[in-house]
């Protein structure tokens, strides 16, 4: 009985370390805790007209969520690839958005417009990697 014990007890410790070094690593990958959240919201849409029932803006949360992320995380030097495997095609977070254009120095323009104003952030490039990143309200 008392193997049995001390083997469960082995083993549960040896379970608990696998678990914090994966959750190490899982943590490790995001820039800050809630950015994968962040960047389902980006897509976040709502009806951005009556008029237009498939015209689709971006929501308050999407907005919320653009503005977290690209005030948290430092873009400048990261190369163009690694932007795209992190938020994506720009043209996929609302109506509004702008399809990334191939090339390594053309800009990728993340457009979070609710129909009714909004911000824009662009990332442009040099060499391949993002040099500065430009943030513009939208009316």
């Known amino acids: 009985m008392k193997r049995i014990a001390a083997f469960l007890a082995l083993t549960a410790l040896a379970l608990s370390g696998c678990t914090s070094s994966v959750q190490r690593e899982q943590t490790a990958q995001e820039p800050y805790p809630g950015f994968r959240q962040d960047v389902l919201l980006l897509r976040d849409t709502a009806p ?19 503005r977290r992320v690209f005030t948290r995380i430092d873009f400048i030097g990261k190369p163009k ?52 990143v430009e943030e513009q309200g939208l009316d």
């Open 48 to 66: 951005a007209s009556t008029a237009d029932p498939t015209l689709r803006g971006s929501s308050a949360q999407a907005c919320s969520a653009a």
């Open 81 to 132: 690839a690694e932007v795209l495997e992190m938020l994506g095609d720009p043209k996929t977070v609302s109506s509004y958005g702008i399809a990334a254009q191939p090339g390594e120095n053309t800009p990728l323009v993340y457009r979070f417009d609710s129909g009714f104003g909004g911000w824009q952030y662009t990332l442009q490039f040099t060499n391949g990697v993002v040099e500065k």
